[in-house]
């Protein structure tokens, strides 16, 4: 349960902010904490939520914070401090060790980045997460053909003009030696670039 309270806002001192935060996951003036956060003595900005629907909406991607901090102090450090990981359970964990598997072969698995931050003003699916999509295999589109709008239709022209785009910037930098998570940092940057909402 979020925690609500204008010492807790203002970082335990008696001045009062309330007005000055912006809920972390929609941006509207935000009222109540994270207690965890506060426990933890994270910064307020992140610590933010409007409602405690918000806070619930949000919280497989806000509780991230509360182990990138935990990590911090005890002394693990943040996996860009780390560098390179190893991916485990289908993209779920990362390790610095390489995993074990009985090999047969000189192939072994190449060591990825870190995940790739998105800008909290694109909005993310419900799969964005964990991978797992919750709306879509119950909608109504999979069994029912959706007659689109001419306002669809100029949309989905212009998500993939961009598409298009995007995959031409992947396309210019292979080469023989480039990785997968290289083109996927160019793939990653051109989107962001490109104002995808």
Not at 113 to 129: E, F, N, Y
Not at 164 to 182: K, S, W, Y
Request: with cysteine.
């Amino acid at each position: 349960m979020l925690q609500q309270s204008n010492a807790i806002m203002a970082g335990g001192s008696d001045v009062a902010e309330p007005a000055s935060l912006s809920c972390a996951s929609c941006g509207k003036p935000a009222h109540l904490q994270c207690p965890k956060c506060v426990q933890l003595k994270l910064p307020r900005e992140a610590a933010a939520f409007c409602t405690q629907d918000c806070f619930k909406a949000s919280w497989n991607s806000h509780k991230s914070v509360h182990l990138k901090a935990k990590s911090s102090e005890a002394g693990l450090g943040t996996p860009e401090e780390e560098g390179w990981l190893y991916c485990l359970r289908k993209g779920q964990a990362r390790t610095a060790k390489l995993p074990y598997f009985d090999w047969t072969g000189a192939l072994r698995p190449y060591p990825i980045s870190s995940k790739r931050i998105v800008p909290a003003h694109i909005g993310l699916p419900d799969w964005a997460s964990d991978g797992i999509p919750k709306a879509e295999p119950n909608s109504d589109l999979q069994r029912v053909v959706e007659i689109k709008t001419a306002d669809q239709i100029e949309r989905m022209r212009e998500t993939c003009r961009i598409a298009r785009e995007v995959l031409d910037a992947a396309a210019r930098v292979i080469r023989p030696g480039i990785t997968t998570d290289e083109i996927d940092r160019v793939v990653h940057e051109a989107t962001i670039a490109a104002g995808i909402e």
